[in-house]
């Protein structure tokens, strides 16, 4: 199955390589065992693009004193050796945290000058970094190379009226809902007024199938794609792939890439 032309070029890489699909590094692979205690670091990212990866996963805080970090959590605390609030810290009080005892925490800005092909998916983690996030983007003229989303629907609204349509979102929970519950996919996409690039979701909430045939069915209607998040057993991968969905999620980057060869769908990158 070949995905939806979407209008943004951040997505539709895939076109290039039809039946191919976007194979993303959640992170940078958090479990690959090679890497595993280092997420969002330039260690495990490297490590993704040491493996073909150009589609990276990250998410972004910002320090008290404006600086964009890549890192997951509001704290220091659970990855690094030292604690602390991400927001209430200066980048240079930041830099003295090591991540698996050894690595630091990069800023966004450290991402982009090493890895200058890559594209990344970045999680809006604060409503502080969203303005910083646009201004970003717009100074690096990067409008093709991110796609950014949020849980938080005032949050990803806000950066989605600061970058005016130019930088691709996926969907919030509401809009999540809209696709996955509206008999047409054109109808959803009428009701969430065109905003949604593609659809990150889930493959369950529970014992409900969030990521169904027809979701993606419907999405792919409005021409919309499909993500799932973050699938690390290549059984469920397979079954997700049969499905159609468009891009995976993964913190087992060594094993999405064996599947996606073994299927023919790996995208072979340049």
Do not use: C
């Amino acid at each position: 199955m070949t995905s939806p032309l979407t209008g943004f070029a951040f997505l539709d890489e895939v076109q290039a390589q039809p039946g191919s699909v976007l194979a993303f590094a959640h992170r940078g692979g958090v479990y690959h065992p090679e890497i595993e205690g280092l997420e969002n670091t330039a260690a495990a990212f490297r490590h993704a693009v040491a493996l073909g990866y150009d589609y990276l996963e990250t998410d972004v805080h910002l320090t008290r004193d404006g600086v964009l970090l890549a890192f997951h959590d509001d704290v220091l605390d659970r990855v690094t050796d030292r604690t602390g609030s991400v927001a209430s810290a200066t980048y240079e009080e930041v830099r003295q945290a090591l991540v698996g005892g050894r690595e630091q925490v990069p800023t966004l800005e450290m991402l982009f000058e090493e890895f200058p092909h890559a594209r990344f998916n970045i999680d809006l983690k604060s409503d502080a970094a969203v303005p910083a996030l646009a201004d970003f983007v717009a100074a690096h003229d990067a409008w093709d190379r991110v796609l950014v989303g949020s849980f938080k629907a005032r949050r990803l609204q806000h950066f989605r009226k600061l970058t005016h349509g130019r930088v691709p979102t996926s969907a919030h929970p509401f809009e999540v809902v809209a696709f996955r519950l509206l008999p047409s996919g054109r109808l959803a996409h009428l009701l969430t007024r065109r905003r949604v690039a593609a659809l990150q979701i889930p493959h369950r909430r529970r014992r409900v199938v969030i990521a169904t045939r027809g979701l993606v069915r419907r999405a792919h209607a409005a021409g919309r794609h499909v993500h799932v998040w973050t699938v690390d057993a290549p059984a469920e991968m397979t079954e997700l792939l049969d499905r159609g969905v468009d891009g995976l999620f993964t913190d087992r980057t060594d094993l999405l890439k064996t599947v996606l060869q073994q299927r023919g769908q790996w995208r072979e990158t340049t």
